[in-house]
């Protein structure tokens, strides 16, 4: 394949991605709150919502999928037209490979609760530490390798002739947003004092999700834009 056909394909797999994402949001958000502890609620919780977080799960499996396509292509542009960052390059696409499996693995657990709820007797048990359990994947853990992917697509576009200044910057805020809302989604949420709050978890990491969508975004365009970039002289 052409470098033209990679970078073509990777930009449309990074745009699929984005809608993909923003397809999920309104499966997320007719949920509603969940019950952190009560066996009960989470029980009811989980059976009436277990068919959209399976959704959600199959969902995710394309959106860390089509993420893998897109930084490899990210990876093969920086091959070509700035190879002293390779070695970032390289670790941008080791913390993608990473993101995408700390996701799915929360994804594991979470599609374990949906099976259990919808069996014909679930195990609140079960259901509570599959539920509880996918958290630190989706907040803290997610976010900290959001970061560092982000960082070092940051100094690659502030080091790099073929991306505009402003990815740079997009780089270095989305990482500096995504460092802070560790402490915040290991404590459960906005009170550092809530570390019961396991409901809270996932909602930072969700957020933690749009400063990585906002960079995409940014060099899918430019990637779109200029397939062929001249090799950087540095």
Known sequence: MSNEGIYRTAGVSGLLSIALVIAELPLYLSRGPMPSRESAGLVTYATHNAWNMLAVVALDVLICALLLVFLSGFRRLIANTQRRSMWLATQIFGAGLVYAAVVLFGDALQASAAINALSASPDPSFI??????????????????????????????????????????????????????????????????????????????????????????????????QPEPQRAVR
């Open 128 to 225: 509570r530490v599959f539920l509880d359990g996918r958290y630190p994947f989706f907040g803290a853990m997610g976010l900290i390798f959001s970061a560092l992917l982000l960082a070092a697509a940051g100094y690659i576009a502030q080091a790099s002739r073929n991306f505009p200044r402003v990815t740079a910057w997009i780089g270095y805020v989305g990482a500096i947003v995504c460092l802070a809302l560790v402490p915040l989604a290991a404590a459960g949420g906005p009170r550092l004092s809530a570390l019961a709050e396991t409901a809270q978890w996932g909602t930072m990491g969700a957020v933690g999700v749009i400063p990585l969508g906002i960079w995409m975004l940014a060099v899918v365009i430019q990637m779109m834009r």
